[in-house]
């Protein structure tokens, strides 16, 4: 039971912004929204995470709903390198369960 | 910073040996490292966790005494893959939970296992 929902793919053109969706209606108050994304043979790469407000970094932006029952990563401009497998997980630091993740293509 | 590495990244052996394979957090401390499994074509599948100075804790279905984990310091946990067999070739990646921020984990790049 991965505890997320996810689609199971998406595409996006080179330099268009990208919206991930993740459902996770039944999170509890202490778990966060992880983001980690994975290239053929190699570990997940973090992304960015967050608990409650909206998150910001160099890679993505993280906007989290209101009740907290879906999030959504956003990267701003894509880039081939961008094209990997998308995971959203939900907990405190342990038990993650890893669902099988969007394949995001990018278009040149 | 974050940054968590494994040793050996890929390695073949002969049925009937054993592997063991390393996990490093590089610039933190770790309370929980995790090591994780992953089928070709398949998502990660956590096999254990272990936490620094006790004893590992192993997720259903995974045999403790095939899978060896000792977590002997904050930054280092290593995975023994006894009497290795075809069936235990496979992709096997560590994580780290920092002792600071302890709300995430931090993956290394994997290890890749086969088994001749």
């Known amino acids: 039971d991965a505890k997320t929902t996810q689609p199971n793919s998406m595409e996006s053109n080179e330099e268009e912004p990208v919206h991930l969706p993740c459902n996770h209606s039944t999170i509890s108050g202490t778990d966060y929204i992880h983001w980690y994304r994975q290239l053929p043979s190699q570990g997940p790469e973090y992304v960015i995470h967050?608990?409650?407000s909206n998150v910001n970094n160099r890679m993505a932006s993280l906007a989290i709903a209101e009740d907290r029952k879906s999030s959504t990563l956003i990267l701003h401009r894509a880039t081939l390198r961008d094209a990997a497998v998308y995971y959203c997980i939900r907990g405190y630091g342990q038990n993650f369960v890893f669902g099988p993740g969007t394949r995001l293509s990018v278009l040149p | 910073g974050a940054v968590v590495s494994q040793h050996p990244s890929r390695v073949i052996c002969k049925s009937g040996t054993s592997v063991k394979i390393e996990c490093r957090s590089l610039?933190?401390?770790?309370?929980?490292m995790f090591w994780y499994r992953q089928f070709p074509k398949q998502s990660l599948m956590l096999m254990a966790t272990s936490n620094e100075g006790s004893k590992a804790t192993y997720e259903q279905g995974v045999e403790k005494d095939k899978f060896l984990i000792n977590h002997a310091s904050l930054t280092l946990s290593t995975l023994t893959v006894t009497s290795a067999h075809p069936e235990d070739s496979s992709f096997y990646i560590c994580s780290a939970r920092p002792l600071v921020r302890a709300d995430t984990q931090y993956f290394g790049p994997g290890t890749r296992l086969t088994v001749l």
């Open positions: 967050g608990l409650t």
């Open positions: 610039d933190f401390q770790a309370t929980t």
